[in-house]
């Protein structure tokens, strides 16, 4: 008897030295706990955590508890670790949809890699005491039935992925994601035509990035990142300094590049909805109207591969369910699976796209290069690995190094230091920038320059602790707000300045089209950018419409936001309204909605008009 106690006290005691290292990271800073401190506080506490039935389940075996009670104490960490979802899903969401969301396939999987830390254990002790010539010390019945759950384990997580996420949207999305009343579907031949078809159009790069936010890079100024490329692209460009998407999330926002609309109109509204061959590119444009086209890299939309049409080359990838893999990525082409044929895939996909470059020079080409890079896991190339080792990063306040673990973040995956996280975060902006800086030497190399229209931007922004938050999804500056560089020399825009317009990631097919010579369609609904490049005073919105729409397992809300040049008005699903003067505040942190209500309703009502916009 006097052994259970003392294996309860055992266990019990561990799990509440778990709790007070959980209230030091989360409260740390404010408790003058430095940052070495906290980083040595989290590296026990996630070791313990996530190891807790390698150690738990011994103590509670020597202690002589029963198999029931040895699985139960060594599980209860995680699981008292997993319900701290609960009170950060009832910030945002109703009991029963909170109640949903914590019974993921993610979280399953958690409860998965425990239960084999638990077999794990079982048998260590078992060979120990075997060797020790005690016995086996039970039938191991229970044991066993956890090893058979653990062999259906990842058969019953995969299987429940499809289920509950359909389950989720018809019990509590129902009038959230409709689909496109109609799709517009193959270009009818003879729409694309160009206002001058004597004269050859520019060539048309666009290069897009992944999880880039708008300040990692040189030319913003950042601390320590080098971007050489992108420094030169915005020294002989035009910088966009307030480029932002539409919805903070990579299939959404691919999307509205691709097709220049709203979810509301292309159907991919996060990343779970599928994308639909019925949906037209401005790709699709540019082929008929003479254009050579390609498409190489990221795609990472769901459903099934495309029949991109107008696009006469296909490189891409389905690894890891479109994301992809950082080295050795499998590759695509034209519907035929391919090896990759260089380690770093942002490498190999330069390749590809000056492969494709030198054989499709004698009309005009548009070639839309879609990175995988900065995308987690964050890795650079081999040169890049160790750029940034010794930088100082300065934390967001309220946040500490491992934010990336706590308040339901764990969801992320991500088991670094939130510092180590931002230095392999900032080298693979590093990596990514050099393999930019070989498509811009090509174009001066191959005297295509001068009337090449190259664009960059990325898919979304990324917050690294702001608000105590990591990823993006969030309607913050940091998370929406991309980088948008664009270089034409022909077009007679003075090179090095920079634009404070409102644009979106929906403003790039009109914009590329209209270079292109075409009339912008009307079902389009983002607004071609010409106009600023000569005029820095221009503007071709007042106001920008944001929305994202919950995909669980992630814990982000929906949200909708309007963003004016001065002010940002942010709507949450089960939370108060946000209000923030973007002048006087750029970090966001004063919501001034309660005390200036005249200025709130009035953006609430624009909100609600251009989501009405939107729609239609």
Same mark, same amino acid.
């Given at each position: 008897?006097t052994?259970?106690?003392?294996?309860w006290?055992t266990?019990?005691?561990? =799990?509440?030295l778990?709790?007070?290292m959980?209230?030091?990271? &989360?409260?740390?800073?404010?408790?003058?706990?430095g940052?070495?401190?906290?980083? +040595?506080?989290?590296?026990?506490?996630?070791?313990?955590?996530?190891?807790?039935?390698?150690?738990?389940?011994?103590?509670a075996?020597r202690?002589?508890?029963?198999a029931?009670?040895r699985?139960?104490? =060594?599980l209860l960490p995680?699981?008292?670790w997993?319900?701290?979802e609960i009170p950060v899903?009832?910030?945002?969401h109703s009991?029963?949809?909170a109640?949903?969301?914590?019974?993921?396939?993610?979280?399953?999987?958690?409860?998965?890699?425990s239960?084999?830390?638990?077999?794990? !254990?079982?048998?260590g002790?078992?060979t120990g !005491?075997?060797i020790?010539?005690?016995?086996?010390?039970?039938?191991?019945?229970?044991?066993?039935?956890?090893?058979a759950?653990?062999?259906?384990g990842?058969v019953?997580?995969?299987?429940?992925?499809?289920?509950?996420?359909?389950?989720?949207q018809?019990?509590?999305?129902?009038?959230l994601?409709p689909?496109?009343?109609?799709?517009?579907?193959?270009?009818?031949a003879?729409?694309?035509?160009?206002a001058?078809?004597a004269?050859?159009?520019p060539?048309?790069v666009f290069?897009?990035?992944?999880?880039?936010?708008?300040d990692?890079?040189?030319y #913003?100024?950042h601390p320590?990142?080098? +971007?050489?490329?992108l420094?030169r692209?915005?020294?002989?460009g035009?910088?966009?300094?307030?480029?932002?998407?539409?919805?903070?999330?990579?299939?959404?926002?691919? !999307?509205?590049?691709?097709?220049?609309?709203?979810?509301h109109?292309h159907?991919?509204?996060?990343?779970?909805?599928?994308?639909?061959?019925?949906?037209?590119t401005?790709?699709?444009?540019?082929?008929q109207?003479?254009?050579?086209?390609?498409?190489v890299?990221?795609?990472?939309m769901p459903?099934?591969?495309?029949?991109l049409?107008?696009?006469d080359?296909?490189?891409?990838f389905t690894?890891?369910?479109?994301?992809?893999v950082?080295?050795w990525?499998p590759l695509?082409?034209?519907?035929?699976?391919?090896?990759?044929r260089t380690?770093?895939?942002? +490498? #190999?996909?330069t390749?590809?796209?000056l492969?494709w470059?030198?054989t499709?020079? &004698?009309?005009p080409?548009?070639?839309?290069?879609?990175h995988k =890079?900065?995308h987690?896991?964050?890795?650079?190339d @081999?040169?890049e690995?160790d750029?940034?080792? @010794?930088?100082?990063?300065?934390?967001?306040p309220? +946040?500490?190094?491992?934010?990336?673990?706590t308040?339901?973040?764990?969801a992320?995956l991500n088991?670094?230091?939130?510092?180590d996280?931002?230095?392999?975060?900032?080298?693979?902006?590093t990596?990514?920038?050099? #393999?930019i800086?070989?498509?811009?030497?090509y174009?001066?190399?191959?005297?295509?320059?001068e009337?090449?229209v190259?664009?960059y931007?990325?898919?979304?922004?990324?917050?690294?602790?702001e608000?105590?938050?990591?990823?993006?999804?969030?309607?913050?500056?940091?998370?929406?707000?991309?980088?948008?560089?664009?270089r034409?020399?022909?077009?007679g825009?003075?090179?090095g300045?920079?634009?404070?317009?409102?644009i979106?990631?929906?403003d790039v097919?009109?914009?590329?089209?209209?270079?292109?010579?075409?009339?912008?369609? @009307?079902?389009?609904?983002?607004r071609s950018?010409?106009?600023?490049l000569?005029?820095?005073?221009a503007s071709?919105r007042?106001?920008?419409?944001?929305a994202?729409?919950?995909e669980?397992?992630y814990?982000?809300?929906?949200?909708?936001?309007v963003?004016?040049?001065?002010?940002?008005y942010?709507?949450?699903d089960g939370?108060?309204?946000?209000?923030?003067?973007l002048?006087?505040?750029p970090? #966001?942190q004063?919501?001034?909605?309660a005390g200036?209500?005249?200025?709130? !309703?009035?953006?609430?009502?624009?909100?609600?008009a251009?989501?009405?916009?939107?729609?239609?």
């Open positions: 008897m052994g259970h106690i003392l294996g006290l266990v019990l005691s561990v =799990s509440g778990l709790g007070l959980a209230l030091a990271l &989360d409260h740390g800073p404010g408790l003058g706990i940052d070495g401190a906290l980083r +040595t506080i989290g590296r026990v506490y996630f070791a313990l955590l996530l190891g807790a039935p390698l150690f738990v389940y011994p103590f075996w202690a002589g508890l029963p029931a009670a699985i139960f104490l =060594s995680g699981f008292l997993w319900l701290t899903r009832l910030h945002w009991v029963p949809e109640l949903w969301l914590v019974g993921s396939p993610l979280n399953l999987a958690h409860l998965y890699l239960l084999v830390a638990v077999v794990l !254990a079982d048998l002790c078992r !005491a075997a020790g010539g005690r016995g086996l010390g039970f039938r191991g019945k229970p044991t066993l039935a956890v090893a759950g653990i062999a259906l990842p019953l997580v995969l299987g429940s992925i499809q289920p509950f996420l359909n389950g989720y018809a019990l509590f999305q129902r009038d994601l689909m496109p009343a109609s799709f517009p579907g193959p270009l009818p003879g729409s694309a035509v160009r001058n078809p004269e050859r159009p060539n048309l290069i897009l990035s992944d999880d880039h936010r708008w990692f890079a040189g #913003e100024g320590f990142i080098e +971007t050489p490329s420094d692209l915005a020294a002989e035009v910088r966009f300094s307030r480029g932002y998407v539409t919805s903070s999330l990579c299939s959404p926002s691919r !999307a509205s590049f691709l097709t220049g609309t709203y979810p109109r159907g991919v509204w996060n990343n779970f909805t599928p994308w639909s061959d019925e949906n037209r401005f790709l699709e444009y540019l082929s109207a003479g254009y050579a086209t390609a498409f890299g990221k795609w990472h459903g099934k591969l495309p029949d049409r107008g696009v080359h296909f490189v891409t690894h890891v369910g479109g994301q992809g950082y080295e990525c695509v082409v034209n519907g035929r699976e391919e090896a990759s380690r770093y895939i942002a +490498t #190999e996909l390749d590809r796209a492969a470059l030198d499709n020079q &004698d009309r080409f548009a070639l839309y290069l879609s =890079s900065v987690s896991d964050f890795t650079p @081999e040169p690995r750029r940034y080792a @010794e930088a100082s990063v300065e934390l967001p309220g +946040t500490h190094p491992w934010s990336v673990m308040d339901a973040q764990y992320h088991l670094r230091p939130l510092g996280s931002v230095r392999r975060y900032a080298a693979a902006v990596s990514l920038d050099r #393999e800086g070989r498509v811009l030497d174009l001066a190399a191959h005297g295509l320059e009337n090449t190259v664009l931007t990325s898919d979304n922004g990324y917050l690294w602790g608000h105590g938050l990591v990823d993006k999804r969030w309607a913050y500056e940091e998370s929406i707000r991309v980088p948008f560089l664009l034409y020399p022909a077009s825009h003075v090179p300045t920079s634009r404070d317009a409102l979106a990631n929906v097919a009109p914009t590329l089209l209209d270079l292109a010579g075409l009339a912008v369609p @009307e079902r389009m609904q983002g950018l010409t106009p600023l000569r005029d820095p005073g071709v007042d106001a920008l419409f944001y994202y729409y919950d669980p397992p814990p982000a809300p929906s949200v909708q936001a963003v004016t040049p001065r002010y940002k942010v709507k949450y939370r108060p309204a946000q209000l923030f003067d002048e006087a505040d970090g #966001e004063t919501n001034r909605a200036n209500a005249p200025l709130a !309703a009035a953006l609430a009502e624009r909100l609600h251009l989501g009405d916009e939107a729609a239609r």
